[in-house]
């Protein structure tokens, strides 16, 4: 893509750049959210570039794991992904403008005389800034043949103003920002060029990374200001810290998002919770995507560090799960079971899955506890019986369920209210509390001493299954 090739959209456009040589982390996922979601809420363009420069370290596996990242999360991009490495004649054209138009030079420096120099600087007490003997030499000073870096003239004296709309204005005085490399001696173009001639023949408007980045902005702008180009817009968020404050790690959450998909987060759940980390709508902690970009905009991005906590985004992803349409929470939850490699839901227990849903939905927190509360619908007869509910299904409550399953088997109506009327009028007759009969009940139908409301799980069960598990255990 030229410069005169260039089909830049209209508007707001944002970009998602990360570089493939892992998974897509949290942090990641949380600036490309961001960067969507302020593109959805102007009506723009987000764009996905992949940073694959350093061929060492890229991997198409990378690649694939943040595509698929990005595609969970829901996070649709508009185009195709480009990939940096593809564009690097158009980087190098950029650094050659530069040369010609002075704002550039050669530099035939080798690495330990920098080396020497930088530490000639500290040893004096100075900023370890390499500054070129080659910066004013021109073609009659080249040797011949000899390799050269192309390095940015910045400018050394005044200042570099960065007007951030997360930070506010941000300034850099040019005597500490060195002559930076646009082109290694073997021709490479180097991230900072790339960073700014992708973005500039993208046509972003607004660059919304981590903080982390900002210094890159000074000099990034120093390039900009070289060609004569706008500068974008920036927009540079805090980091995510642990619950502890310290920067975030794999013990804090730093995993890549397929880990929170395995783990039995919605989508949607991780939408919100990572909207909220940073970014907020007054005190809304529970909203929708749909309301998230109506409200999303940048001058409601804090400027301290956000704090990723596991507990809140449980409590929330259980928030979507109960708000979830019960067939929209089947399918996510069949998709889910298929992901970790779970038996396909048997055609004769579907119907069964179904009807629990709204039940079942009510106490899970992830989908993992979903499909986990499933499991006496699942189990095929005889029930294996867990240690906590074969104590209660001792010889006297065995008993009970025997005598039980005769005015069951004359049930009339086969519902959780119908039963309950049953099950209670029977514990009143034989001078015991409810919870005396529904307990060996529960541990009969599901094997377990823990479960969802007995009478929920007959009704799904249903009386040929149910009063078949009863007589299993009533012996």
Request: hydrophobic share 40%; aromatic share 8%; proline share 5%.
């Given at each position: 893509?030229?410069?005169?090739?260039?089909?830049?959209?209209?508007?707001?456009?944002?970009?998602?750049?990360?570089?493939?040589?892992?998974?897509?982390?949290?942090?990641?996922?949380?600036?490309?959210?961001?960067?969507?979601?302020?593109?959805?809420?102007?009506?723009?363009?987000?764009?996905?570039?992949?940073?694959?420069?350093?061929?060492?370290?890229?991997?198409?596996?990378?690649?694939?794991?943040?595509?698929?990242?990005?595609?969970?999360?829901?996070?649709?991009?508009?185009?195709?992904?480009?990939?940096?490495?593809?564009?690097?004649?158009?980087?190098?054209?950029?650094?050659?403008?530069?040369?010609?138009?002075?704002?550039?030079?050669?530099?035939?420096?080798?690495?330990?005389?920098?080396?020497?120099?930088?530490?000639?600087?500290?040893?004096?007490?100075?900023?370890?800034?390499?500054?070129?003997?080659?910066?004013?030499?021109?073609?009659?000073?080249?040797?011949?043949?000899?390799?050269?870096?192309?390095?940015?003239?910045?400018?050394?004296?005044?200042?570099?103003?960065?007007?951030?709309?997360?930070?506010?204005?941000?300034?850099?005085?040019?005597?500490?920002?060195?002559?930076?490399?646009?082109?290694?001696?073997?021709?490479?173009?180097?991230?900072?060029?790339?960073?700014?001639?992708?973005?500039?023949?993208?046509?972003?408007?607004?660059?919304?990374?981590?903080?982390?980045?900002?210094?890159?902005?000074?000099?990034?702008?120093?390039?900009?200001?070289?060609?004569?180009?706008?500068?974008?817009?920036?927009?540079?968020?805090?980091?995510?810290?642990?619950?502890?404050?310290?920067?975030?790690?794999?013990?804090?959450?730093?995993?890549?998002?397929?880990?929170?998909?395995?783990?039995?987060?919605?989508?949607?759940?991780?939408?919100?919770?990572?909207?909220?980390?940073?970014?907020?709508?007054?005190?809304?902690?529970?909203?929708?995507?749909?309301?998230?970009?109506?409200?999303?905009?940048?001058?409601?991005?804090?400027?301290?560090?956000?704090?990723?906590?596991?507990?809140?985004?449980?409590?929330?992803?259980?928030?979507?799960?109960?708000?979830?349409?019960?067939?929209?929470?089947?399918?996510?939850?069949?998709?889910?079971?298929?992901?970790?490699?779970?038996?396909?839901?048997?055609?004769?227990?579907?119907?069964?899955?179904?009807?629990?849903?709204?039940?079942?939905?009510?106490?899970?927190?992830?989908?993992?506890?979903?499909?986990?509360?499933?499991?006496?619908?699942?189990?095929?007869?005889?029930?294996?019986?867990?240690?906590?509910?074969?104590?209660?299904?001792?010889?006297?409550?065995?008993?009970?369920?025997?005598k039980l399953t005769s005015r069951l088997q004359h049930a009339t109506r086969w519902d959780s209210s119908s039963l309950e009327e049953i099950v209670r009028a029977f514990a009143e007759d034989e001078g015991v509390k409810l919870g005396k009969i529904a307990q060996p009940l529960r541990a009969a139908l599901t094997g377990r001493a823990v479960s969802p409301g007995v009478f929920d799980v007959m009704e799904t069960l249903g009386p040929e299954e149910s009063l078949a598990r009863i007589a299993d255990q009533a012996v």
């Amino acid at each position: 893509m030229t410069e005169d090739q260039n089909l830049q959209p209209k508007g707001v456009v944002t970009r998602f750049a990360p570089s493939p040589t892992g998974y897509l982390h949290i942090g990641g996922a949380r600036t490309a959210l961001f960067n969507w979601l302020f593109a959805r809420a102007n009506g723009g363009t987000f764009l996905l570039r992949i940073e694959d420069t350093d061929r060492a370290r890229s991997t198409p596996e990378a690649t694939e794991a943040i595509f698929e990242g990005l595609r969970w999360l829901g996070l649709d991009w508009d185009g195709e992904a480009i990939s940096q490495f593809d564009r690097a004649g158009r980087h190098r054209e950029v650094a050659e403008a530069m040369l010609a138009n002075g704002t550039a030079y050669r530099c035939y420096a080798s690495k330990e005389e920098i080396d020497a120099a930088r530490e000639a600087a500290r040893a004096e007490g100075r900023p370890p800034l390499f500054q070129s003997p080659w910066r004013d030499k021109g073609p009659e000073d080249w040797p011949s043949d000899a390799p050269y870096a192309v390095r940015l003239k910045a400018p050394r004296e005044g200042e570099t103003m960065v007007e951030d709309a997360v930070q506010g204005v941000v300034r850099w005085s040019n005597a500490q920002l060195d002559d930076l490399i646009l082109l290694r001696s073997d021709g490479a173009p180097t991230y900072m060029l790339a960073v700014v001639v992708d973005d500039r023949d993208m046509g972003i408007t607004h660059v919304i990374r981590g903080d982390d980045h900002l210094t890159n902005a000074a000099r990034q702008t120093l390039i900009y200001q070289a060609m004569g180009w706008d500068t974008p817009i920036f927009a540079h968020i805090p980091l995510i810290h642990g619950p502890d404050g310290a920067k975030l790690s794999k013990r804090h959450g730093a995993l890549g998002v397929e880990a929170y998909r395995d783990m039995g987060y919605l989508p949607e759940a991780m939408r919100n919770y990572l909207a909220r980390l940073g970014w907020s709508h007054g005190d809304d902690e529970f909203f929708t995507t749909e309301q998230a970009i109506e409200w999303f905009g940048l001058e409601a991005i804090g400027k301290s560090a956000a704090r990723f906590d596991f507990a809140k985004l449980e409590h929330l992803n259980g928030q979507h799960i109960r708000a979830a349409d019960d067939s929209e929470l089947f399918a996510e939850l069949e998709k889910y079971a298929a992901s970790q490699h779970a038996q396909p839901f048997p055609e004769d227990r579907r119907s069964m899955l179904r009807h629990a849903i709204p039940g079942l939905k009510a106490r899970a927190r992830t989908l993992k506890e979903l499909l986990d509360s499933t499991y006496y619908i699942l189990a095929d007869r005889p029930l294996d019986i867990d240690e906590s509910a074969a104590k209660i299904l001792a010889p006297d409550t065995r008993e009970q369920l025997r005598k039980l399953t005769s005015r069951l088997q004359h049930a009339t109506r086969w519902d959780s209210s119908s039963l309950e009327e049953i099950v209670r009028a029977f514990a009143e007759d034989e001078g015991v509390k409810l919870g005396k009969i529904a307990q060996p009940l529960r541990a009969a139908l599901t094997g377990r001493a823990v479960s969802p409301g007995v009478f929920d799980v007959m009704e799904t069960l249903g009386p040929e299954e149910s009063l078949a598990r009863i007589a299993d255990q009533a012996v």
